[in-house]
């Protein structure tokens, strides 16, 4: 009997514990990225009093990088999506006879939140990883323990100029992304629906907002946030193994997707609430 239960209570026990496990592990790492976030704000208030040891040229170097090279690719995947919106917009508005709406379907869709949210998936891929590959890459050659014996903080040289240099660059890119697919589906209008540049600007003007405006802005600020902070959390906690940087890397693209997603359903909540 007792062999009986022990069979039938093993794996209750062994999946209370695996639970439990990970409730533990979850929480030991959140406590981990609150405390990383509140050192990156720390650095920021050692830089504002003009005691830190960030140089303005990294940080310059680093809009450069998560910035002006980030456009192109930005463009492209914004005119593409902005082609699609206003292709499948006009299969189905057409049925009404209301296909002049596309151009309001793709300027409130685009600028209120799928152009930060495919910006930020952009950003995520391409810089996230960077600053995982960059910060991870000199973990495993001891770099920063390096800087560390110099008494340089790492936080404050290598993690405070890309979460500045991305938080600058994203509301600047999330708008180049909402004017290129607004002009995409300018595009797919003026080929497909006969419609006048005119009209389609006029109509796309008399449905934009200043709050849909400053929604996106806003998640586009955001966004560079999740994604630095992400990148170089992940980077600063490289094992220092043999693929220690791709699994950091692989880390830093889905946990900057995942907490994108996270903070744009949040904000959807919160506005909606708002009536906003």
Same mark, same amino acid.
């Given at each position: 009997m007792r062999w009986r239960d022990a069979y039938f209570h093993k794996p209750n026990q062994d999946l209370l514990e695996r639970v439990g496990n990970g409730a533990i592990s979850v929480a030991g790492r959140v406590r981990d990225i609150t405390r =990383?976030?509140?050192? $990156? =704000?720390? &650095?920021?208030? %050692? @830089? %504002?009093?003009?005691? #830190? /040891? @960030?140089?303005? $040229? *990294?940080?310059? /170097?680093?809009? *450069?990088? +998560? #910035?002006?090279? +980030?456009?192109?690719?930005?463009?492209? $995947?914004?005119?593409? %999506?902005?082609? $699609? %919106? &206003? =292709?499948? #917009?006009h299969m189905q508005l057409e049925i009404f006879g209301a296909e002049i709406y596309v151009a309001a379907l793709v300027a409130i869709s685009m600028i209120r939140i799928l152009g930060a949210v495919m910006t930020g998936i952009i950003m995520a891929g391409r810089t996230g990883a960077s600053y995982a590959a960059e910060i991870g890459t000199m973990r495993v050659n001891e770099e920063i323990d390096a800087l560390k014996t110099m008494g340089v903080s790492p936080i404050q040289f290598l993690v405070l100029p890309r979460v500045l240099a991305l938080t600058i660059a994203m509301p600047i890119l999330t708008i180049i992304a909402d004017i290129v697919a607004i002009f995409g589906g300018m595009c797919v209008a003026i080929a497909i629906m006969n419609v006048s540049i005119a009209e389609y600007w006029r109509t796309t003007v008399d449905w934009l907002s200043f709050n849909n405006f400053a929604i996106g802005v806003l998640h586009g600020w955001l966004f560079g946030w999740v994604i630095a902070i992400a990148g170089c959390w992940c980077g600063m906690n490289t094992v220092q193994t043999a693929d220690g940087v791709g699994r950091a890397t692989t880390r830093a693209v889905v946990s900057g997707i995942v907490g994108c997603i996270i903070v744009t359903a949040i904000l959807t909540v919160i506005f909606n609430w708002l009536d906003i």
């Amino acid at each position: 009997m007792r062999w009986r239960d022990a069979y039938f209570h093993k794996p209750n026990q062994d999946l209370l514990e695996r639970v439990g496990n990970g409730a533990i592990s979850v929480a030991g790492r959140v406590r981990d990225i609150t405390r =990383f976030v509140f050192q $990156i =704000f720390h &650095a920021i208030e %050692i @830089m %504002i009093c003009r005691r #830190g /040891v @960030m140089r303005r $040229i *990294d940080l310059w /170097v680093e809009i *450069d990088n +998560a #910035g002006l090279r +980030a456009i192109p690719i930005v463009c492209l $995947i914004s005119f593409m %999506i902005g082609l $699609i %919106i &206003a =292709f499948v #917009g006009h299969m189905q508005l057409e049925i009404f006879g209301a296909e002049i709406y596309v151009a309001a379907l793709v300027a409130i869709s685009m600028i209120r939140i799928l152009g930060a949210v495919m910006t930020g998936i952009i950003m995520a891929g391409r810089t996230g990883a960077s600053y995982a590959a960059e910060i991870g890459t000199m973990r495993v050659n001891e770099e920063i323990d390096a800087l560390k014996t110099m008494g340089v903080s790492p936080i404050q040289f290598l993690v405070l100029p890309r979460v500045l240099a991305l938080t600058i660059a994203m509301p600047i890119l999330t708008i180049i992304a909402d004017i290129v697919a607004i002009f995409g589906g300018m595009c797919v209008a003026i080929a497909i629906m006969n419609v006048s540049i005119a009209e389609y600007w006029r109509t796309t003007v008399d449905w934009l907002s200043f709050n849909n405006f400053a929604i996106g802005v806003l998640h586009g600020w955001l966004f560079g946030w999740v994604i630095a902070i992400a990148g170089c959390w992940c980077g600063m906690n490289t094992v220092q193994t043999a693929d220690g940087v791709g699994r950091a890397t692989t880390r830093a693209v889905v946990s900057g997707i995942v907490g994108c997603i996270i903070v744009t359903a949040i904000l959807t909540v919160i506005f909606n609430w708002l009536d906003i």
